[in-house]
């Protein structure tokens, strides 16, 4: 089966063709446009995924070597997400099927993150998943592929959105996670002890009393001290996110004795994370799947990999039916995802 992949919930259009042999295209045009505004601007996002989507979708095509009429499914993000972000790609797609009669199928942008690692492993059940991107911080528990209960969240920022918050307190630009990653790497992570908010209570997630910290830490320090220890003021600041990140996980796999997991969203493209997890996962014997790089942050192969989930699971609906089923965005759509 070829499946055409359709992803634009925040600032990436993006698109993908999945078939049997793996990952044949994976396209993503990033906005630049927000930088200047230090964040995602929804006008701006919905007027740029209009702009670049239909030759996106072509290009995903042409490096699978693919045309239309080869294509057999088309997957598309339905949400969470900007609702004028995600009324593009979904208005794209019912417009590809209808003209070409091609099966569509709506998809979840939080499950996509967690079925992205379907792409290179075979996942096993029950499993638990740490998601952690720019809009979400969850930890879910999956009985089956089509069995998901979130049992943990962050009660205010997400993981990205912090790296993103504390990033701009410090002058870089939007999205600041992937360059404090970065500057992280050439600091020391124990310069400073900024908060693990929440990290020996239960499931959930905060992140909100540590912007603030470093905000008054910046605010107690000058100019010159500051730029002389910016790289261990990184590293300080992604140590405190990421071992909040790594017990919460781990306490969540002792506690329902899984001893399977999966990464999953644009902050498991951290590399003091993904270190830190690899280290926890031996010393438990736990197996961690972490998704490859290309599949961590907003990508269209996960969301084409989620239908495939989905059409596994649910063979007796036909994908046929799906074009007749509602087309609403999702409840959820009004956050990034
Ligand atoms: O999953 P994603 O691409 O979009 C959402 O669904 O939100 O995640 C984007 C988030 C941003 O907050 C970005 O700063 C963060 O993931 N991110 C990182 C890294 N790469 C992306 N955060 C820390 N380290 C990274 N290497
Ligand atoms: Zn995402």
């Not at 969850?138 to 504390?166: C, M, P, V």
């Not at 912007?211 to 790289?231: C, M, R």
């Not at 031996?282 to 990508?299: M, R, S, V, W």
């Amino acid at each position: 089966m070829n499946i055409l992949g359709i992803e634009s919930s925040c600032d990436d259009t993006a698109a993908s063709v999945l078939t049997e042999a793996g990952v044949l295209s994976n396209v993503i045009a990033s906005q630049s446009i927000h930088i200047q505004f230090g964040g995602v601007v929804p006008e701006l996002a919905s007027r740029a995924h209009h702009q670049t989507i239909s030759q996106t979708v072509e290009q995903a095509l042409v490096e699978a070597q693919l045309a239309i009429h080869d294509i057999d499914v088309i997957a598309v993000t339905q949400g969470p997400g900007l609702m004028g972000s995600l009324l593009v790609g979904l208005s794209f797609a019912k417009g590809l099927s209808l003209a070409h009669q091609i099966p569509i199928v709506g998809v979840n942008h939080m499950d996509a993150h967690i079925f992205a690692n379907t792409i290179e492993h075979t996942l096993d059940y029950p499993l638990i998943a740490l998601t952690v991107s720019g809009g979400h911080t969850q930890l879910t528990k999956l009985n089956s592929s089509n069995e998901l209960n979130i049992i943990g969240q962050t009660r205010d920022d997400a993981a990205g959105e912090a790296f993103d918050k504390i990033g701009k307190l410090l002058g870089l630009d939007y999205p600041a996670g992937p360059k404090m990653d970065l500057l992280s790497r050439e600091g020391n992570p124990l310069f400073h002890a900024f908060p693990k908010g929440l990290i020996n209570q239960g499931l959930d997630f905060s992140f909100s009393g540590l912007k603030t910290s470093v905000l008054y830490y910046l605010q107690d320090h000058d100019d010159a001290f500051i730029a002389d220890h910016f790289n261990d003021i990184c590293a300080s600041v992604s140590h405190a996110i990421t071992e909040v990140l790594v017990a919460k996980l781990e306490h969540a796999m002792q506690m329902y004795s899984i001893p399977r997991a999966v990464l999953a969203g644009g902050v498991s493209a951290n590399s003091m994370l993904r270190a830190k997890i690899t280290i926890m996962a031996e010393k438990n014997g736990f197996i961690i799947h972490q998704p490859a790089l290309a599949y961590c942050t907003d990508n269209a192969a996960m969301i084409a990999a989620t239908a495939r989930v989905m059409l596994q699971n649910e063979p007796s609906i036909g994908i046929a039916q799906r074009l007749r089923e509602g087309w609403e965005i999702h409840p959820y759509a009004s956050q990034p995802g």
